[in-house]
Every structure is written in C-alpha cells, then in structure tokens.
C-alpha cells in the first residue's frame, strides 16, 4: 500500500528527500563533527564546513527543532542515522509511540557519508563465514537475513513511501589477482550452497565488458546487490517514522542513561526523556561510553570518500553498464558512477584520520591508477567518515537492561548499509515479540579489546602492515578490508 497524503498534522513539515539537478555548492547544515571533515574544490566556493557530495546533491531538506523540555515515550531511539530511523519507523508503522534524538542532523555521520554500495553480508561476514559457524539451517537464516530480506526491505520502503533514492540493481566484485577468483568462486558456491544464487563468475574478457580496466583478471557479478544514496535512504526512513506520527529531535545529544523501576531515564542538555518500555542504541562505539556495560568490543577507524568534477570521457567509457565495483586488494577501492558524468570513488582505513590534502593525493591517485585513460581529473568534492571494527568482523549485536530492553548494535567494520536497515527492522520486531531475528545476531561472540579505541592509531597499522606481509608470502590469498 502506498501512503498518497500525510495523515498526521505534522506530516505536512515534512518533505521526502528531493534530488537537485547535479549539486548546489553550499555550506553544510549539519554541524562539524570530530574527525568528520569535509573539502569542496576551492573553485566551487569557500565554505568553512562545506556540505559534501551527498548533501549537495539534495535540495535542504527539513531542519527539526531541538529537545528543550522533558518528555515520555514508550520507546527512545538515539541516533538519526540508518539503524536508528529505520528501528524507528518500523516501531512507529506498529503503532509504537517512538521518539528519536539526534546530537546532528538526520544521517550527518556513517550512515549519511558512505559509499553507498549495497552488498550482502553481516560487517566482513560471508557466506562462507556464516557456514563455518552455524548449522546449515542457521546459516541458511542468517544469510537471507542479510542478502535477500535486506534488499528486498529497502525496495519495499522505497515503494511504500514512493521514495527516489538513486536505487540501481547489480554489484561487480573485481579481483586484483588471479588467484583472488578461488576465492570468489568459493564464496559463489557458499551463496549456492545457502540456497541464494544470484551471482555469477566473470573471467577477465567478461569483466571488461563492465569495467574498462587492466587492473583486474575476472570477478563476481552479483545480480542482489547494488547501489543507492545514503543520505537519501537515511532521509526517507526518517520521512517514512515522521508519516506515522513518530516525533524527531536534532542537535539533542545524550548525556546519561539511567534504567529506574518505572523506566529509563535519558538525559540531554535541556530535557529529560522518560522511555517507559525500552532504549535503542543506534550510534557508533561512542555510545557505549553511556551504559553500564562497558564490555569493549569495537575499535574505530577512519574512511574516505571522494566525487570528481564532471568527467572528460563519458562515464559508460569506464563503467559500460553502470555497475558499482569494489575489489579484492586489502584496502578496497570501491566506486560508481554518479550525477552528471562523475565518478564517485572511496577506499582505505586508517586508526588516525587524514586531512583533506593527505586524502586528496591518495584517492585523486587510485583514480588514475585504475582509469590510466583519464587524463584530466579534478575531484570536486572530498570527504571522511568514522566507523568501527570487531576481531571478528560481524557486527556486535546486544540486548541488556534489567527491566527494560536496551538495544545497540556495533562494528559495522565499514560494510552494511542494507543489512543495517534491516537490523533497524528486527530490533522492533523483537520490542514487539514479532519474531527472533534480533536474538540469533546475539548468539554471535566477541572479543573484548581492553583500550581498543585508544589504541586504534597504533594497532590498525600493525595490522594491516601483517596482512600485508601475508599478502606478500601468499598474494593469492584474499583478505579485504
């Protein structure tokens, strides 16, 4: 069913997300955050926070106003980005009375600045992974979970709410060495194996035909997965939570939980919010700094994007049929094409974040390593992002409190934006006693990392300088990050 008209009084503030032409250089809306900066080419303007390629390419979308009183829900959900507005609307959608707090702006940090690669998966979990340490049928479960059913959500969400999110179809994995097609094979005949086959191995002829490339020897076309803008899934969840009565508040950061007999107790700077049945935890590792449970399970790191200016060759030049890709070296490229003949293109993680210049080098670099044929690129629009990592790779996923349900979810290890929406989803089927799926990401175990985010600078590159010797004594080896 297709929602036509508002049905709440405050429906009518709020506007799906609409598309620009191209970009509109501006000044960002959302406030500088930590480590995540963003460059515009300085012939574009000068702002000091420029709004990066994603906000740039949405007309402004609705600012909501800050908490400024105390308040009583049933359920609080903090954090405004994809994990957050979709547990939000799928509460809301059930009649739930929901509230959600953002210390920014609706998809300002991870969730609003990533790639925007859909590709299956739990973090770096596979479905090779998922067979190694579950049943068949377990695995069977969790791996539709997070293939089949994530895609399938977003694409229902975007026809329920008749949202235009950029949404395209298809996914090539490119491998850098010969020996990494093992590999995609193996991970191939997993899928099969899980009773999901929509991918299909490309030898180095076949891959040409999608990526106009020397660089690579074959790959995987992956017929599920595909691409999307971010920002404006993240906007059209929180849209869709806004359509049912759900209430928004940004530049609202917490500063305490409390669970009390009668419920949990959140403060922020000027209102306490009294959620009288549970709280979601839907941010990244700093949000464990709040509770109780002090188990360290994720280490942060740092991502960088970048979109070039419009391009001298046309893009069906280097993308004929307009496929994301990503590859198989250990610190990914991954790029697509985007908005009037530019290449948006993203890779690396580092403990420590870059600046602008540092990044500019590196990714304006890649580009012309993988595209030697582009004489001329200029980058337009440069940016970073924060996430985080477990030991294991599969996001942490938890369920607490003594009373009242917490939720939060952890270690996206910079992979999930379909999987995150559906977690969003399972978290409120749990609340409501719909199903268990929530439950069996709980069944997954984690290494506690005493310090981990402290000492992030100095163990991201003692790793990554080890899977690089490995690399060097077995280079058919593939380990992706």
């Known amino acids: 069913m297709k929602i036509n008209k508002p049905i709440f009084e405050n429906d009518m503030k709020i506007n799906k997300p609409i598309f620009e032409n191209d970009v509109e250089y501006r000044a960002s809306h959302a406030l500088h955050s930590g480590k995540e900066w963003n460059w515009l080419n300085p012939k574009r303007g000068e702002f000091s926070h420029p709004a990066n390629y994603y906000e740039s390419s949405l007309k ?23 994990l957050g507005a979709s547990t939000a609307l799928h509460l809301a959608e059930q009649g739930v009375d929901a509230v959600l707090v953002e210390k920014n702006r609706i998809g300002s940090a991870a969730s609003g600045r990533n790639g925007g690669q859909l590709t299956p998966g739990l973090a770096r979990w596979e479905a090779e992974t998922m067979v190694e340490h579950f049943s068949f049928e377990d695995a069977k479960r969790l791996w539709h979970f997070t293939s089949t059913e994530a895609m399938a959500l977003i694409d229902g969400i975007s026809e329920k709410y008749e949202l235009e999110l950029q949404r395209k179809r298809g996914h090539i994995t490119a491998a850098v060495h010969p020996g990494h097609l093992d590999a995609l094979r193996a991970g191939m005949q997993a899928r099969e194996y899980l009773q ?60 305490s939980i409390q669970e009390r007999a009668d419920g949990i107790y959140v403060t922020t700077a000027n209102g306490v919010i009294k959620a009288r049945k549970s709280v979601v935890m839907a941010v990244h590792h700093a949000s464990f700094k709040l509770l109780e449970e002090h188990k360290q399970t994720t280490i942060p790191f740092y ?28 610190q990914i490229d991954y790029y697509r094409g985007v908005s009037k003949n530019r290449l948006l293109f993203g890779g690396e993680g580092t403990g420590s974040c870059w600046d602008a210049a540092q990044t500019y080098d590196y990714l304006l670099g890649r580009i012309q390593h993988v595209f030697p044929q582009l004489k001329q690129v200029e980058l337009d629009f440069v940016w970073s992002g924060t996430t985080d990592l477990t030991v294991n790779g599969a996001t942490d996923s938890r369920k607490f409190g003594n009373q009242y349900p917490i939720y939060a979810v952890q270690g996206w290890s910079g992979h999930g934006v379909a999987q995150t929406v559906r977690i969003g989803k399972a978290i409120a089927d749990d609340f409501l006693g719909l199903s268990d799926d929530f439950e069996m990401l709980t069944k997954i175990q984690h290494m506690n990392i005493p310090m981990g985010r402290a000492l992030a600078p100095i163990v991201i590159p003692i790793a990554k300088t080890m899977y690089g ?13």
């Open 60 to 82: 402004t979308w609705h600012q909501f106003a800050s908490l400024n009183a105390d308040m009583v829900c049933d359920v609080l959900v903090i954090g405004g980005g994809l």
């Open 196 to 255: 999901e086959t929509h991918t299909s191995l490309l030898n180095q002829d076949e891959l040409c035909e999608h990526v106009a490339s020397e660089h690579y020897f074959g790959g995987l076309l992956d017929h599920l997965g595909g691409h999307i803008h971010p920002l404006a899934l993240t906007r059209g969840l929180a849209y869709g939570f806004c359509q049912n009565g759900g209430k928004i508040y940004e530049q609202t950061e917490v500063q």
């Open 303 to 330: 991502t960088y994007v970048c979109t070039t200016a419009p391009l001298e060759l046309d893009l069906k030049a280097l993308l004929p049929t307009d496929l994301p890709v990503y590859d198989t070296q250990f």
């Open 469 to 481: 010797i490995g690399t060097m004594m077995n280079s058919g080896k593939m380990v992706s990050f």
